[in-house]
């Protein structure tokens, strides 16, 4: 492994799945993924990125609105488990095992699923990711995010603070929402709210 290797994938996540030990699961689809879905936000997108998309409904929710759907993720349980998943619900999405930072599509996509993968990855990171979403978005492309709130230090999840975010997504760079952000309390993980913003790249 080369130090870049380490530090991406520091944490066991495929001992985490393999162990069915996943509290981040909300076990159904979550509320804001339903609410942008009835309101329209997706209907003018045909191609999505779902990064780090463990065991999420969601990939099988983007494929069955006829979206192209490309989701990745480190542990080959989680993956196999979206592979079942489509297979059972007759739907396809372009599925790999591994690190999705590195990944470029063949074509840029006009939307990104960011659902607790930001939060999982380690803050040292957060650059990277940001160029990965350049990379993979095409002008005019969204990011539909939900941002962990966690005051606790460490992770995962990190705590992903709206000020910071707005460093991470600068606004010469990324154009967002105005008012005050949608808060969708967790379940499990002590009721911690994800923030819901969609950010358009400039
Ligand atoms: C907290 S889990 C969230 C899973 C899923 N998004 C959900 O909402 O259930 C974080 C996921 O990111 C994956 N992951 C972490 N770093 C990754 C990377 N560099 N590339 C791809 N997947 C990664 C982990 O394997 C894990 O499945």
């Known amino acids: 492994m080369t130090g870049k290797d380490e530090e991406r994938s520091a944490f066991d ?16 689809m ?3 993924f339903l609410h942008w879905k009835e309101t329209g936000a997706f ?8 990064p780090g998309c463990g065991r999420a409904p969601e990939v099988a929710g983007f494929a069955e609105m006829g979206l192209k759907t490309h989701a990745a993720d480190l542990s080959e349980t989680a993956i196999n488990w979206q592979r079942k998943h489509l297979d059972e619900c007759n739907l396809t999405a372009e599925l790999f095992t591994g690190d999705i930072l590195d990944w470029t599509p063949a074509e840029p996509v006009d939307a990104v699923y960011e659902q607790t993968f930001l939060c999982a990855i380690h803050p040292r990171l957060r650059e990277t ?12 492309g969204q990011v539909f995010a939900l941002f962990m709130q966690k005051e606790e230090r460490g992770g995962p999840p990190y705590g992903c603070p709206i ?3 707005h460093t991470v997504f600068p ?6 929402p105005e ?19 969609i950010l358009t790249r400039r």
């Open 13 to 28: 996540w495929e001992a985490r799945f393999a162990d069915d030990d996943a509290p981040w699961e909300r076990g159904q």
């Open 30 to 32: 979550h509320p804001a």
């Open 43 to 50: 209907d003018q997108i045909g191609s999505i990125v779902v």
């Open 129 to 140: 990711y940001e160029a990965a979403l350049l990379r993979w978005l095409r002008p005019g």
């Open 163 to 165: 000020g910071v975010m």
């Open 171 to 176: 606004e010469n760079r990324w154009i967002w």
């Open 179 to 197: 008012g005050e952000l949608t808060a969708w309390p967790h379940p499990s993980l002590g009721g911690k709210a994800e923030l819901g913003a």
